[in-house]
């Protein structure tokens, strides 16, 4: 049975895709390396080690939504469940690199998101887990399977800035965010009633009370 390792070697942004993509550079080696691996129907849990990395002041207030006061974080800060992939790997013999490519969403209302979007700086402590089915041949010898499991990890510090490049790059000078449908039809109707030509201009003219009331 072949011994498969894995590692992150960086990411990039899919630049034509139909959403938000990072491509993951993953290489994956197998021992013996003359054993024909005829393909893996791998699959990857991504979690965010959020205690593996210190934040600045900034930081923790543009996170408190998610753990609450600094004071509390021993308790709150955790790791979180990202996202889940998955690759169909071609192929190989001895090692092979592929691009992993995970979807990304810009929605506020996901945690993952508000996490990200909370960094100013520094690097995202990510952890792969990943999973699935070998399909293997010795030489001149049958086809083989075999699963992976779990155990099987790679850790990788995506920088921050390769997240907000990426969403620059499919929303820019943008932010999306979800709101209940009795609360849109009410800003839909402000917007009207005030002949607004865009969404922005209704909202700002929502906030601009708020926003004189903060600053006296």
Not at 4 to 16: C, S
Not at 52 to 62: A, F, G, H, L, T
Not at 164 to 171: A, G, S, V
Not at 194 to 211: C, K, N, P, R, S
Request: with cysteine; net charge negative; glycine share 4%.
């Amino acid at each position: 049975m072949p011994e498969l390792t894995f590692a992150i070697e960086g990411a990039e942004t899919v630049p034509f895709a139909a959403a938000p993509q990072l491509a993951f550079k993953l290489r994956i080696g197998s021992s013996p390396p003359d054993q024909t691996i005829q393909t893996i129907a791998l699959r990857c849990q991504i979690q965010i080690e959020a205690t593996r990395r210190r934040y600045s002041p900034e930081e923790q207030d543009r996170l408190s939504d998610l753990f609450g006061e600094p004071d509390r974080w021993s308790t709150t800060l955790r790791t979180m469940l990202w996202t889940h992939a998955q690759i169909v790997v071609p192929r190989f013999e001895g090692e092979i690199a592929v691009d992993l490519n995970v979807p990304c969403t810009f929605d506020f209302n996901v945690a993952a998101t508000k996490y990200f979007d909370g960094l100013a700086a520094g690097e995202l402590p990510l952890m792969f887990l990943f999973s699935g089915t070998v399909f293997y041949q010795d030489r001149d010898g049958p086809l083989q399977v075999m699963q992976i499991s779990w155990d099987k990890e790679a850790r990788f510090r995506l920088p921050v800035k390769a997240w907000t490049e990426m969403m620059e790059h499919y929303y820019p000078n943008s932010a999306w965010l979800r709101i209940r449908r009795d609360v849109f039809e009410k800003l839909a109707a402000h917007k009207r009633r005030h002949g607004f030509a865009t969404w922005d201009q209704a909202i700002e003219d929502l906030v601009a009370d708020v926003t004189t009331t903060v600053s006296r």
